[in-house]
């Protein structure tokens, strides 16, 4: 343990280059694990924040989780003033207490104490501790000791204290200082790790995963006691095993009509691929996603026949109910836990760990076709993950143990827009014709979304997603997506009054009506991190304009090409007679590049802005 | 806007067997059958029938008991969210609560085999989640959801709070087929009724009850029992930009006047006229208990105004004062919870402990300033019939100084003198003075949302554009800008950050003023510089003007409004541009001058450009001289706004001569 007693929060103290882009500065930050028994962890916080100007009041705000199997012990707290000199102190009391469950979730039983102090005068320091008994040693906290954006830190320390029979393994992440390991008098073993001196870092755009170039210190046991559910693993394979062996064995029974009529429904299809599209589709109608958590209900299912019979469930469930529906036509599948988001997280291939996965799809592994299923959407064609879940590492969990497995990457060229539009402007500059769409791979659901909304909403919706200036819309279809190449057709016919503004006797219109790049990332001094771009897509547009007679472009037409390792931009524009052909063609690769390339990311998006903000001006012919 | 609030009169007739509650457990084949609600076949659900039933309870402590039974048609997966369910419980504290008991719930929905099967609610599913202090919330979703299933539900709620009768809203985000609230009221309580909405009541009869009510004591008095029923009503769709939906969601609304206290027989007043609320308002502890409290604040304010000698500039220093020692907590209402002294003096708290600190203090000081009740626009429309206290949710100061008066608002640090935040401006206030009557007061915002922008350009023969980019901002507009300012920890930031977002614009140069003179006119002046849009070779160069701050898009895009569009503030914004070009080139051509108006002063929209001797000015003017259009305006507010982009397509030529 670390003495603080004396700490002096003078903020006249505070490191210079700590005050430079900061609202606040974490003045220590010190965590403290205790493994005591298999089921009694103590975890030790204190923290000192201070706080610089109004801005920082949001970093000194305490928020402290807990549950019932995490129990507050203590909370305590005092304020100090400029000078370090303490003017108020604060206790458990103070803190509201208030569910910290999802919105979306029908029951977790999450739930936060939190308090705010109301301090007047900057800058101020608030100084707290708590301790909480954990019932459980499955998962312990990490240690992250970079701070938001706006904030710095003088002093972070990160300490993790055992009997030397509780054996751990420990990930270190970009720790400017490797563990010390002690030993006490009592026998106890203690790892700790310290940093110091962190300055504020800014925002940057297109950073790279926080594992990347964050500290982080990861702490697994080996064994380890969970809900009651004991268990040990140093690898994935072991840890894949248990929850096979501990929490899915003997889930997956459903009754015998379920059966019979999984069998009839499969009657006749003899190819095991079409006989999972079946059992899948079922599913999907059959069932919803609701989410209940609730101890151990966190990592288990429920009982398939409890599925069967409510027809909801929560993304375990409803995987663990396809996996039950799938085995009764003898067809093998693997529950799969995974880190979910649109942003790629994979698991790490050195340290295996509980806390890496958030969410679970089933992989069925078909010889030469390993086929991924999403099963908490009643609209997701069958063998299609989506920008949730793909392209990244996740964790199978066989009867042979657990296993690391990589899901489909869509690559930029899968996940397509294209777009092809025949207009006519007429002489009083309104614009008529048709737009045909199609979105393919993960912008599928771009469309998808409101598939099924009735059509005045599907007006609506379409209204707001094109700035076409007094779009008008004659009529509006949608071809569904129903293979694992996911592809949403949308066809519309339209009008759009003034579309063509007409001043001075010249029509003024965007020439790139429907697809618009207007953001262009902001510039960034000193850029710390590499560029990321999480996935890649393609836009290609050819739009056809009848131009009013008479009428010709003013301007230089665009004919452009930009070409980057990242990405690709080809504008071209021809004209024919009174035809004026529009095309344009974006490509942004995902994957890592250097830091360097970033301005060359920013001119790139710019000159895309431009080169979309092209405003056609028609003048008469001569 | 029309006002869409009328009173409910009745008349009491016996009538025998009037409806009830429906049986539950019930479906017709139609209803399973039903492929589409034919009044509306775009909805996803429609409830079949829904019932409610609330009445006085002779138990002990005399709970309010309120019970609801709904049958819901589900036609398609869009629409399972209505198969969960959740039902808000209020705590008064440990030993007072709501209660809710026999949930009952079930589904019908046909099977593979077209069979219809039946599944009851688990009562292990339902659960109860503690939200905070005051709330609790009792939810539970409906098993086996099927496309075209019925869900069926009822509960029976118990509160403390008999005073509240149970509102009933007629009107959801589904349509409803029929709807029914029977309302049991004592002949010894007596209620204001009201209907919100555009509805009107299908049905709507009363009928007596013997003896129905009896608290104890051996005395017991009739009930009339009145039924509302509304049918075939319209799914609420809400609307961007919109004003309070409470204003036009159609519900019935029960206000208690009085009632007799059946064991004294004394008539006890709760809300009756504005004298009454005026007498109970001013001895309440937590309004005017704390308004009265002003030497507690005497001593508080005595050092900043020290020296100040005319009522304004004291008022200006208390104001101050307040603003910069208390943070408000998020808390609305017009009631100070702990006091105001607690509050100054932990410096933080709701919107009651803060303003009514600040009237304590003005008056304290010897300005007289009185209480002001409002609604915020998001709470809704305020009822002026008869009194509603429960209408009202904030409280602010009106400081009468020399003839006028100023109205404040001191939870938001940034807010200059006699300046509420827009949330404040909605339609009239009520003022509460402690010596006489309170009035209504029309609440209207002394300054609009304004700004001027200038842009001072030449265009170099190095093909750089200089210049000066000058903006005053005045009313909201200065608000809105010192936020954005001082999200940054300082002006260097903010200026760095926005240099960023000009992108290809650089500021070379900037001087920010009066960013903490909260009164004054905030002004920012930057020298910028940028490229040319077009090679300087070619012999022509066209010119958008509009390279800062395009509208671009439409924000309204819809053919039809059905409610009232909320602009926030009135809107007045100026910009002007001068370009000075070297000698060797010349105005070729400029587009077309607009002058564009809104019918009834609505607003304005002109564009104006002029030639000077070395190039030309532009003059741009919007104003929206309306905080709240009316649907019938929408039309108009579309097409200046199409207008408005139209003239930022528009270019300048500009030609080497």
């Known amino acids: ?622 | 806007m029309k006002r869409l609030l009328l009173i409910i009169t009745f008349s009491i007739s016996p009538i025998v067997l009037w409806a009830q509650d429906f049986a539950f457990g019930q479906y017709s084949l139609d209803e399973i059958n039903m492929q589409k609600y034919s009044k509306d076949t775009s909805a996803h659900a429609v409830v079949l029938k829904e019932f409610g039933k609330t009445w006085l309870s002779s138990a002990q402590d005399i709970p309010l008991i309120h019970e609801y039974h709904a049958k819901i048609k589900i036609f398609d997966s869009q629409a399972f969210a209505q198969g969960t369910i959740e039902i808000p419980i209020y705590k008064i504290d440990n030993n007072r609560y709501e209660d809710i008991t026999n949930i009952e719930a079930v589904t019908y929905y046909q099977d593979e085999n077209g069979q219809v099967q039946k599944t009851e609610l688990n009562p292990k599913n339902i659960f109860h989640e503690k939200k905070n202090r005051y709330w609790d919330v009792v939810k539970f979703t409906l098993p086996n959801l099927h496309k075209g299933c019925i869900i069926e539900y009822k509960y029976h709620l118990e509160t403390p709070l008999r005073f509240n009768f149970k509102t009933w809203i007629f009107q959801s985000d589904i349509p409803k087929m029929y709807s029914e609230y029977e309302a049991h009221l004592p002949a010894v309580y007596n209620y204001n009724v009201s209907l919100r909405g555009p509805y009107k009541l299908t049905k709507n009869n009363a009928e007596l009850e013997k003896d129905c009510f009896a608290p104890g004591g051996g005395v017991s008095c009739d009930c009339s029992k009145i039924t509302y029923i509304m049918a075939n009503i319209p799914a609420f769709i809400p609307e961007d930009y919109m004003t309070a939906p409470k204003n036009f969601i159609s519900a019935i609304y029960f206000e208690l006047s009085d009632y007799t206290d059946m064991n004294t027989g004394a008539k006890m007043k709760v809300t009756k006229d504005w004298k009454d609320v005026d007498y109970d308002m001013k001895h309440d502890e937590s309004f005017g208990g704390q308004i009265k409290r002003s030497s507690l604040m005497k001593d508080r304010t005595q050092s900043v105004i020290a020296g100040k000698t005319d009522e304004l500039s004291k008022a200006k220093a208390i104001y101050r004062l307040i603003q910069g020692n208390m943070k408000w907590n998020h808390f609305t209402g017009w009631g100070s919870e702990d006091g105001i002294k607690k509050a100054f003096d932990n410096h933080s708290g709701s919107v009651a402990d803060i303003n009514l600190c600040l009237i304590a203090a003005l008056n304290s000081a010897g300005i007289n300033t009185e209480a002001v009740l409002l609604s915020t626009r998001e709470h809704g429309v305020v009822n002026k019939l008869y009194p509603v206290e429960t209408d009202f949710n904030y409280v602010v100061a009106k400081a009468n100084i020399g003839g006028k008066s100023y109205m404040l608002d001191a939870t938001d640090p940034l807010l200059p003198f006699g300046l509420l935040p827009l949330d404040c401006i909605n339609d009239q206030g009520r003022v509460m003075n402690m010596d006489k009557p309170s009035y209504w007061m029309d609440l209207v915002a002394p300054e609009k949302k304004s700004r001027m922008f200038a842009l001072d350009l030449t265009l170099q023969d190095n093909g750089k554009i200089k210049g000066v980019m000058t903006t005053y901002s005045y009313g909201y507009e200065a608000l809105d800008k010192r936020k954005a300012i001082k999200k940054f920890n300082s002006v260097d930031e903010f200026v760095e950050d926005f240099d960023t977002k000009l992108k290809k614009i650089k500021i070379l140069k900037s001087e920010i003023h009066n960013l903490d003179s909260l009164d004054m006119p905030l002004s920012e002046k930057y020298e910028i510089e940028f490229d040319a849009p077009a090679n300087m070779s070619s012999n022509r160069i066209p010119f958008n003007p509009y390279f800062i701050d395009r509208i671009g898009e439409n924000p309204f895009k819809l053919q039809e409004r059905n409610y009232p569009v909320d602009r926030g503030a009135m809107y007045d914004d100026k910009f002007i541009l001068t370009l000075h070009l070297p000698k060797e080139y010349m105005v070729e051509t400029v587009p077309q001058n607009v002058a564009l108006a809104m019918p009834l002063q609505g607003g304005r929209f002109l564009v104006n450009y002029e030639h000077i001797e070395d190039g030309l000015t532009l003059s741009h003017v919007t104003q929206f001289n309306r905080s709240i259009y009316s649907p019938d305006e929408y039309p108009y507010l579309k097409e200046m706004f199409n207008k408005i982009i139209q003239a930022e397509n528009t270019e300048i030529v500009l030609k080497k001569k």
């Open chain 1, 1 to 622: 343990m670390i003495c603080n007693a004396q700490q002096n929060y003078d903020a006249g103290l505070i490191p210079k280059p700590l005050l430079a882009y900061s609202s606040a500065v974490v003045r220590y930050s010190d965590q403290e694990i205790e493994v005591k028994d298999l089921d009694n962890t103590i975890y030790h916080i204190k923290e000192a924040i201070t706080v610089l100007n109004k801005n920082g009041d949001k970093h000194a705000e305490i928020a402290v989780w807990h549950n019932k199997s995490n129990i507050i012990r203590y909370i305590k707290g005092a304020i100090y003033n400029a000078a370090g000199k303490p003017v108020g102190k604060f206790a458990e009391k103070d803190f509201e207490d208030a569910s910290a469950a999802d919105n979306s979730a029908l029951f977790e039983d999450s739930r936060v104490k939190h308090y705010q102090p109301a301090i007047i005068e900057y800058p101020y320091t608030v100084e707290y501790e708590y301790e909480i008994r954990s019932k459980q040693t499955l998962n312990f906290y990490n240690w992250e000791p970079n701070p938001a954006t706006g904030v710095s830190v003088e002093k972070s320390v990160f300490s993790f204290t055992s009997k030397p029979d509780f054996k751990i393994n420990y990930k270190e992440i970009n720790t400017p200082n490797k563990a010390v390991i002690s030993t006490s008098a009592q026998g106890l073993k203690t790892y700790a790790w310290h940093l110091d001196n962190l300055r504020s870092v800014k925002y940057e755009p297109y950073s790279p995963n926080p594992e990347q170039y964050l500290t982080m210190v990861k702490i697994a046991p080996e064994k380890f006691m969970y809900e009651g559910i004991s268990g040990s693993f140093t690898n994935w394979k072991e840890l894949g095993q248990w929850v096979y062996d501990k929490l899915l064995l003997n889930r997956d029974a459903i009754p015998v009509e379920t059966v019979e009529y999984i069998k009839q429904l499969t009657t006749g299809i003899s190819d095991p691929k079409l006989k999972a599209k079946k059992i899948y589709e079922y599913m999907q109608h059959k069932t919803r996603y609701v989410s209940i958590q609730v101890g151990i209900g966190g990592y288990q299912p429920f009982l398939a026949a409890d599925v069967d019979k409510s027809s909801y469930g929560d993304c375990k469930a409803l995987v663990n109910y396809t996996h039950a529906l799938l085995k009764t036509a003898d067809i093998e599948s693997w529950y799969c836990i995974v880190k979910s988001g649109s942003r790629k997280r994979s698991f790490m291939a050195d340290f295996a760990s509980m806390d890496q996965g958030d969410h679970v799809i089933l992989c069925v592994p078909f010889k030469n076709d390993t086929t991924w299923l999403e099963c908490t959407s009643q609209t997701i064609p069958f063998g299609f993950l989506g920008d949730f879940t793909d392209d990244r590492w996740v964790l199978a969990c066989t009867p042979d143990g657990g296993k690391l497995m990589h899901t489909p990457h869509y690559a930029a060229t899968t996940n397509v827009i294209r777009r092809k539009a025949d207009f006519v402007i007429d002489d009083k500059g309104e614009l008529s014709g048709t737009m045909v769409t199609a979105f393919g791979g993960t912008d599928y659901d771009t469309r998808d979304s409101f598939i099924d909304e009735s059509y005045t909403e599907q007006l609506k919706s379409i209204r707001e997603a094109y700035p076409i200036i007094n779009m008008d819309i004659e009529k509006l279809e949608f071809t569904k997506a129903k293979s694992s190449d996911a592809v949403t057709t949308e066809n519309i016919k339209l009008k759009a009054r003034e579309f063509a503004a007409f001043n001075s006797d010249k029509y003024y219109f965007k020439i790139n009506l429907a697809n618009r790049a207007d953001h262009v990332p902001d510039e960034v001094r000193n850029r710390s991190t590499d560029v990321y771009i999480n996935r890649g897509y393609v836009e290609e547009d050819e739009i056809s304009y009848q131009l009013p007679a008479g009428y010709k472009p003013e301007k230089i037409l665009l004919n452009q090409t930009f070409d980057k390792p990242f990405g690709k931009y080809t504008v071209s524009m021809h004209l024919n007679g009174q035809q004026l052909v529009y095309k344009r063609k974006f490509q942004l690769n995902d994957g890592t590049y250097s830091k360097d390339s970033y301005q060359d990311l920013v001119d790139f998006y710019q000159s895309v802005a431009d080169a979309d903000a092209y405003n056609m001006v028609l003048v008469k012919r001569n």
